[in-house]
């Protein structure tokens, strides 16, 4: 630790000082409230103590991701404001397209996609004993992070940090984030050309495509579309889908983004549990940690496509961000289960089960 102690700044960053005294004031938050008290970013403050607990990772980073399935199993992160999205499995199958800059992890136990073109710096953290890489985007927001677990092999690990371990860095610049500006419906929106390429859509991933096209966000494009697509849902609704599809054994897809990551988990949920202000799935390959009160709309969707009728469930912020977004488990090619089909019924149905909250012993991880 010595050798790395020397791999600093030529001069001192200026949020350590910050850090510093928030450390000596007693108990520290998670890095994310931490940052946000202390008015930085996540990026800062992980940057601000490099040499100390933290190391620059060389780009390009698709080069280090396309090697971590040597170190065997990890624990991927990604998350939002609202929702923490946490998978245990090996980092393989990664391919990377250089013309989008996008990286995409296809296996049965760490599904992403990751906009690698958008990300700025990366690090290697030891923070509480525990050892992470940790992506930051140009505004010093963390979009990803992959962390050692007890069954992650240890050298590899090690020497895979060395190979990439930057050893000359330079204090980064992160850029401020602007607010955004509402985006209002275009003058020349056409309501029923809309609906009508709605209804002709054969892939769901063309969606997002008809949206820019139309000049439409999510939300405003679901409240255009009309209840025959988009019927609106209770915020409670992801508890009650989540619930009813471990009542039912239904294996779902629940992605959680940010718009530089996409995290994705496929299965059957078991373990559920209301905290306070929280939703949590608490499995040993999947956990996930919903902000409840930070979901102001929510959606039931369907979508045409070649397989059939593609239906799921999206909540969002007061922003109009995805928090969430729940599907029924299929691959290309096969049609929707009918069971996911059913429990979406039920969540637009009443009654609703109850879901009686609990204290968790272990809610969130510890450095989400």
Not at 37 to 66: H, M, N, Y
Not at 265 to 274: E, T
Request: charged share 20%; hydrophobic share 35%; proline share 5%.
């Amino acid at each position: 630790m010595t050798e790395l102690n020397k791999i600093t700044y030529t001069k001192e960053h200026p949020a350590y000082g910050l850090y510093q005294t928030a450390l000596q004031s007693g108990e520290v938050p998670r890095a994310r409230e931490l940052a946000k008290t202390l008015k930085i970013t996540e990026g800062d403050l992980v940057a601000c103590r490099q040499g100390v607990d933290s190391w620059a990772i060389l780009p390009p980073f698709q080069t280090l991701l396309a090697e971590l399935h040597s170190v065997g199993e990890v624990m991927t992160i990604t998350r939002n404001d609202a929702a923490v999205h946490e998978t245990t499995g090996t980092y393989h199958k990664f391919s990377f397209m250089e013309r989008s800059g996008m990286g995409l992890v296809l296996s049965d136990d760490i599904d992403l996609r990751l906009f690698i073109h958008q990300w700025q710096n990366a690090f290697h953290v030891i923070e509480n004993g525990r050892q992470s890489i940790q992506f930051f985007n140009t505004y010093g927001v963390a979009v990803h992070k992959v962390y050692q677990t007890n069954h992650t092999d240890t050298q590899n690990w090690d020497d895979l940090i060395a190979r990439f371990r930057d050893p000359t860095p330079t204090i980064p610049h992160f850029l401020k984030e602007q607010e955004k500006e509402p985006v209002q419906i275009p003058e020349s929106f056409d309501q029923a050309q809309f609906a009508q390429e709605w209804s002709n859509l054969k892939d769901v991933h063309a969606y997002h495509g008809m949206l820019k096209k139309h000049g439409l966000s999510r939300t405003q494009a679901l409240s255009q579309i009309g209840e025959q697509w988009a019927l609106p849902l209770d915020t409670d609704c992801v508890m009650q889908a989540l619930t009813f599809a471990q009542q039912e054994n239904c294996n779902i897809m629940v992605f959680v983004g940010n718009g530089d990551c996409i995290q994705i988990f496929s299965g059957a949920v078991k373990r559920l549990m209301a905290t306070e202000g929280w939703f949590n799935v608490l499995d040993p390959s999947f956990n996930l940690h919903l902000r409840v009160d930070s979901i102001t709309q929510a959606w039931a969707i369907k979508r045409p496509s070649s397989d059939g009728i593609i239906t799921s469930i999206e909540a969002f912020n007061e922003a109009g961000e995805s928090i969430i977004t729940l599907f029924g488990k299929r691959k290309p090619g096969n049609p929707e289960l009918s069971l996911w089909q059913e429990i979406v019924q039920k969540v637009t149905d009443k009654p609703r089960p109850s879901i009686q909250p609990k204290h968790a012993e272990k809610a969130l991880e510890e450095g989400c």
